[in-house]
Each structure stands twice: as structure tokens, then as C-alpha cells.
């Protein structure tokens, strides 16, 4: 890797969108001796449900806050915002959830490449949806990736890796967080020794690669007939906040779907049953297999998040059962 010019600061260019990855960017805006952010570019501005207003992104709005330069390409492969970026010169590029595929001739640009950072221990969940498909399969261990992008996605070489416990409670949205702030910290640790070429970029594994694809809202009924509370906790803890998971319930003669926010696994083993009973602070849904699942909180159609004890007390038969 070619060494930059000692005489000025490198030229770091951020591309990212949702909030998640604001603190990502918010460290790299720290003032720094080495480095400084250029401009950001983020996904395009979406319209308000009220007002019909246009809405930048938190990583635009946080950007447009500490006085960077924001690009919002519709296409991130077009010729107008490739010769955008060219002029602004920059030594690096450094992504983070932007939400758009780049280019050959966007990855060529930027002396020192483009670095991405990666809620995943690559190759190991490659894809959209790295963090809920790892907590949906029940790891107890994750990490945090900065690898150089390349064409294939999430297939480049690492740059560093650290490990990462998974506590068998977190939900994604918590978890990815945690994560982000990792990488960051991670990213702004190395980067002087990555600039000067002490780095040694490490080629992945391919051949142990695993796909993370992209969460569909119609993954998140779930089915006690078919998965054990494991199983079904996993997936609750892992579709937290979007698409969030469901369960068809019925009490006396009405059926409906509530939305199940928290749950706990018991130790338990009982007789299958389609009954749901109240038990201490939880509702109690015992699987085909016998596994037991403890609801804690769940949301009724149109009502708000609230505990099993209150969803229960407010049942007019106060009996339940899943469908």
C-alpha cells in the first residue's frame, strides 16, 4: 500500500445511513492529527408520513450537525457521483450500513482503499442481516469485522476482528449497537498503522463462508407446532425492532395476533398442550416437543407494549390458546 503525504491529513470519506451507525461516525469526527472526514454520503432523503416533508437520514442529519459535506446519490454507481467523489480526492473510504453496492470505479478511487465494518466474524454471516441471523441460530459468540470491500459482498480481506459474548437476553437492535461502537473504536485504533502500511490485510476463509440473507416480514409468525421455546426465543430476540415476531392466539371465539416483544426460555419440560396460562410474571406456552417458553411482554393489536400480567388481566375470558 502506497504511504500518504505527511504534510497533510488523510481524507477519510464515510458512507452510512441508519441510525445505528451515527456513533460510527461521530467517533471518526473526533478531531484527529492523522485523519479528517471530508464529506458523507448516505442514502437519499425519504418523504415524511406527515407533511410529505423530505427527511434526511441520521447519518445525513448527524453529518449536515457537525458542518461535513453530505452526497446523496440516488446511485452510488452513477457517473455524476463517482466524479463527485473523485474530486474530492479522498485517502480512504470507510463504510458502515450505507445500503448501496459500489462500483469498480468507486472502489479504484481511494488511494488506501475502502474499509467496511462488518457486524459478523467473516466469513461467517455474509449478507444483509449478520446480527439476527447469528442470535436467530442461538451463537453465544459474535464479533465485529473491518475488512477492505471488494466486488463480492462482504468477501474482502481483514483488516482486524475482535470477539464478541452473546448474552442469551440481547436483542439485535442492542446487539448490533454494541457492535458498531466496537468497530468503530476498532477502526479508529488502527488506522494510523493502516495508513503507514503496517497492516497485513488476511485473506478470509471462503471456503467457511455463511450467507446472512435479507429478513422477510413473513418469517415472523411463529410456531410453536414446529420449533421448541429455543428456538422460538432466538427468533424473537433476533426480529426485535423489524419485522418483530408474531403469534396466533385465540380467547373464546375471537382469534387474533399479538406482537411478542420478550420472552425467556424455562427449564421446564410439561405435556404439549394448546393452553396459555399466566404463570408468575409470564405467560406460559408450552411447544409441541414439550419445551416451555415464558412470554414476558407482548403487544395487542392496537395497544401498547405491555407485561403478561396486564395482556392477562385484560382478557375478557381469561383463557388463551395458540393456533
Known amino acids: 500500500?502506497?504511504?500518504?503525504?505527511?504534510?497533510?491529513?488523510?481524507?477519510?470519506?464515510?458512507?452510512?445511513?441508519?441510525?445505528?451507525?451515527?456513533?460510527?461516525?461521530?467517533?471518526?469526527?473526533?478531531?484527529?492529527?492523522?485523519?479528517?472526514?471530508?464529506?458523507?454520503?448516505?442514502?437519499?432523503?425519504?418523504?415524511?408520513?406527515r407533511g410529505n416533508a423530505l427527511v434526511p437520514s441520521p447519518v445525513h442529519d448527524c453529518a449536515?450537525?457537525?458542518?461535513?459535506?453530505?452526497?446523496?446519490?440516488?446511485?452510488?454507481?452513477?457517473?455524476?457521483?463517482?466524479?463527485?467523489?473523485?474530486?474530492?480526492e479522498p485517502?480512504?473510504?470507510?463504510?458502515?450500513?450505507?445500503?448501496?453496492?459500489?462500483?469498480?470505479?468507486?472502489?479504484?478511487?481511494?488511494?488506501?482503499?475502502?474499509?467496511?465494518?462488518?457486524?459478523?466474524?467473516?466469513p461467517l454471516y455474509r449478507g444483509a442481516a449478520p446480527v439476527q441471523r447469528a442470535l436467530e441460530e442461538?451463537?453465544?459468540?459474535?464479533?465485529?469485522?473491518?475488512?477492505?470491500?471488494v466486488r463480492a459482498m462482504d468477501a474482502g480481506p481483514i483488516v482486524s476482528q475482535l470477539r464478541f459474548k452473546v448474552d442469551e437476553a440481547v436483542k439485535a437492535p442492542a446487539l448490533l449497537a454494541e457492535l458498531f461502537v466496537l468497530g468503530a473504536d476498532e477502526l479508529v485504533r488502527l488506522l494510523p498503522d493502516y495508513f503507514a502500511g503496517g497492516i497485513a490485510p488476511q485473506e478470509q476463509q471462503h471456503e467457511q463462508a455463511t450467507k446472512a440473507r435479507k429478513i422477510k416480514i413473513e418469517e415472523s409468525l411463529l410456531t410453536p407446532s414446529a420449533q421448541g421455546a429455543r428456538a422460538l426465543h432466538n427468533k424473537v430476540r433476533a426480529f426485535a425492532g423489524?419485522?418483530?415476531?408474531?403469534?396466533?392466539?385465540?380467547?373464546?371465539?375471537?382469534?387474533?395476533?399479538?406482537?411478542?416483544?420478550?420472552?425467556?426460555?424455562?427449564?421446564?419440560?410439561?405435556?404439549?398442550?394448546?393452553?396459555?396460562?399466566?404463570?408468575?410474571?409470564g405467560l406460559e406456552l408450552v411447544c409441541q416437543d414439550g419445551s416451555v417458553l415464558n412470554i414476558l411482554e407482548l403487544q395487542a393489536p392496537g395497544k401498547r407494549v405491555m407485561t403478561a400480567r396486564d395482556f392477562w388481566n385484560g382478557l375478557r375470558t381469561k383463557s388463551l390458546r395458540w393456533v
Open 1 to 49: 500500500m502506497d504511504t500518504a503525504q505527511p504534510s497533510r491529513k488523510q481524507r477519510v470519506v464515510f458512507l452510512g445511513t441508519p441510525a445505528i451507525v451515527v456513533p460510527v461516525l461521530e467517533k471518526l469526527l473526533v478531531p484527529q492529527a492523522l485523519f479528517e472526514i471530508v464529506a458523507v454520503v448516505s442514502q437519499p432523503p425519504t418523504r415524511a408520513v
Open 64 to 88: 449536515l450537525r457537525a458542518g461535513v459535506q453530505v452526497l446523496t446519490p440516488e446511485d452510488a454507481k452513477s457517473p455524476e457521483f463517482i466524479a463527485q467523489l473523485k474530486n474530492l
Open 91 to 122: 485517502d480512504l473510504c470507510v463504510t458502515a450500513a450505507y445500503g448501496q453496492v459500489l462500483s469498480e470505479e468507486f472502489l479504484a478511487l481511494p488511494r488506501a482503499g475502502t474499509l467496511n465494518i462488518h457486524p459478523s466474524l467473516l
Open 138 to 149: 442461538g451463537v453465544t459468540e459474535t464479533g465485529v469485522t473491518v475488512a477492505q470491500t
Open 242 to 281: 423489524w419485522p418483530s415476531t408474531r403469534l396466533s392466539v385465540a380467547s373464546g371465539e375471537e382469534s387474533f395476533e399479538v406482537k411478542v416483544v420478550t420472552t425467556r426460555v424455562s427449564p421446564q419440560i410439561k405435556a404439549a398442550r394448546f393452553e396459555i396460562f399466566l404463570e408468575a410474571d
